[in-house]
């Protein structure tokens, strides 16, 4: 199985700018996946930013938002700048990755960290 521990989040007011890390673990075969997901209260889990070979953004943080990814050590980077209060949620780490025994390939979250931005 593989282990995502996430670190980084909090509060911030509106402007200000938090990194949020994701470091994968276990029986990994290989990562094809990572990225980052948030929810909103009383929506629904959506898209923040991917790397799978190229990066793939929501629109509502292009140009704010940066991903990065350390293949070697399987990890995730999420630098955010220029927040605003609707960026406001619990922000996922996602990866899809094989693991040992099987070439299958499965999806895998974090427990989610919170990110509040004041206005």
């Known amino acids: 199985q593989v282990q995502l521990v996430e670190s980084g989040g909090g509060l911030v007011q509106a402007g200000g700018s938090l990194r949020l890390s994701c470091a994968a673990s276990?029986?990994?075969?290989?990562?094809?996946?990572m990225g980052w997901y948030r929810q909103a209260p009383g929506k629904p889990r959506e898209l923040v930013a991917t790397?799978?070979?190229?990066?793939n953004y929501a629109d509502s943080v292009k140009d704010r938002f940066t991903i990065s990814r350390v293949n070697a050590k399987n990890t995730v980077d999420l630098q955010m700048n220029s927040l605003k209060p609707e960026d406001t949620g619990v922000y996922y780490c996602?990866?899809?990755?094989?693991?040992?025994?099987?070439?299958?390939?499965?999806?895998?979250w974090g427990q989610g960290t919170q990110v509040t931005v004041s206005s």
């Open positions: 276990g029986s990994i075969r290989n990562i094809i996946t």
């Open positions: 790397s799978a070979g190229s990066t």
């Open positions: 996602y990866v899809k990755a094989t693991i040992y025994g099987t070439f299958l390939a499965y999806d895998y």
